[in-house]
């Protein structure tokens, strides 16, 4: 059972990755090195308070457990975002955050005796776990190749950029990333005193966002004949909608294609609307078994909330696994589910952020 506890933990870094990311490196004690250990492309869930109420938010690991030594995670602000802009503007050096050990399935076994060829798709901040993703390919499977698709808008807000440079060099042969831009930058040039001057730009990449073609092309111009195909993908939906369905019209097997959804603070958007009339809900959690009514259109987080318990979560829009529970009896239906597989939902597992129970009672176990 995953460690669902948050533990004070001091920034030891916080370095500036681009305008509007940042990067922080926490300090993990002795003591609690065993708490912390993670796999691959794996997330932090950090809580803060606000006026007097909790805000937790899932961040990915940009750091790998078999290259680095610290944790470290990249916070890109987003318009509006309370954590994020608060995480940019005040967290400095010495600071102590509450943070939740690691989490997330966003990974695959490595083994020194495989070779594979990783195709990794991202957008904007979701390089974040990519970058622990194949730091760890490249340093644990040695016959392994891996190719990176990364979009961005313009050559300032490339994440990660001298890191993915670095890498490229240090493993050339194995690591080959391509950068599209969908508004790289321009100046002017020509015309007398500016006059009839033509914009032009020094970025000799790819451009535009990422779609079907790009997808195909690197896959199929760089894949090595038979050699097993593992996908990733993180970033904005619709991207990732269109590489799903690229891959698999590719005929990549789906148990081979890994998503990690990409959820800005506060999106709800595309949840279907579910009608709960309230019901008697018992829930096994931490070892207890807690009884409750929940309200009309509650969600089970919701209401355990509600009489101040303290279930697991983080995300609240269904994109991360931390709130999971098992059905055992009763039914519930969820409002959005990103981050559980067709056959975890057919062997009963909820993400109890958005799932409204469709009966009059319920019995959900978190501790499984």
Not at 16 to 38: C, G, I, K, R, S
Not at 55 to 63: F, G, I, Q, V
Not at 66 to 79: E, P, T
Not at 109 to 119: C, G, V, W
């Amino acid at each position: 059972m995953a460690d669902t506890n948050f533990y004070a933990l001091k920034v030891k870094n916080v370095d500036a990755e681009t305008e509007h990311a940042v990067v922080l490196t926490f300090d993990v004690p002795e003591d609690l090195q065993n708490n912390f250990q993670y796999k691959h492309g794996q997330y932090l869930t950090l809580n803060f308070k606000f006026k007097g109420k909790d805000e937790r938010r899932a961040y990915s690991l940009c750091s790998s457990p078999s290259m680095d030594k610290n944790l470290k995670i990249g916070v890109k602000r987003v318009f509006k975002g309370l954590v994020s802009n608060h995480i940019n503007d005040n967290i400095t050096a010495g600071t102590e955050v509450q943070v939740m050990p690691p989490q997330g399935h966003f990974n695959t076994n490595l083994d020194a005796s495989q070779s594979k060829d990783y195709f990794l798709f991202c957008s904007g901040s979701g390089v974040t776990p990519m970058l622990s993703i194949l730091k760890s390919v490249l340093e644990e499977e040695p016959k392994s190749h891996v190719f990176m698709y990364y979009g961005n808008k313009h050559e300032n807000s490339i994440m990660f950029k001298d890191e993915l440079d670095a890498l490229e060099s240090k493993y050339a042969g194995q690591l080959k990333v391509v950068h599209t831009l969908s508004q790289p930058k321009t100046r002017k040039e020509g015309g007398l005193f500016g006059l009839f001057a033509k914009k032009v730009t020094d970025w000799q990449g790819t451009k535009g966002r990422i779609d079907a073609k790009g997808i195909k092309d690197l896959v199929n111009d760089n894949r090595r004949g038979t050699t097993p195909v593992e996908c990733f993908m993180c970033g904005p939906q619709g991207m990732m909608r269109t590489a799903e369905d690229t891959l698999k019209g590719m005929g990549i097997d789906e148990k081979n294609i890994h998503i990690e959804w990409f959820v800005s603070e506060d999106d709800k958007d595309n949840s279907k609307q579910i009608e709960g009339n309230g019901a008697k809900a018992t829930v096994k959690m931490n070892g207890k078994k807690i009884e409750l009514k929940l309200l009309p259109n509650e969600s089970i987080l919701d209401g355990l909330l509600r009489i101040d318990e303290d279930p697991p979560y983080s995300c609240m829009s269904g994109a991360c696994s931390t709130c999971v529970c098992k059905l055992v009896s009763g039914n519930a239906e969820m409002e959005r589910c990103l981050a559980l597989s067709d056959d975890e939902v057919k062997n009963g597992y909820l993400l109890s952020c958005s799932a409204i129970p469709t009966t009059e009672e319920i019995e959900v176990d978190y501790d499984v």
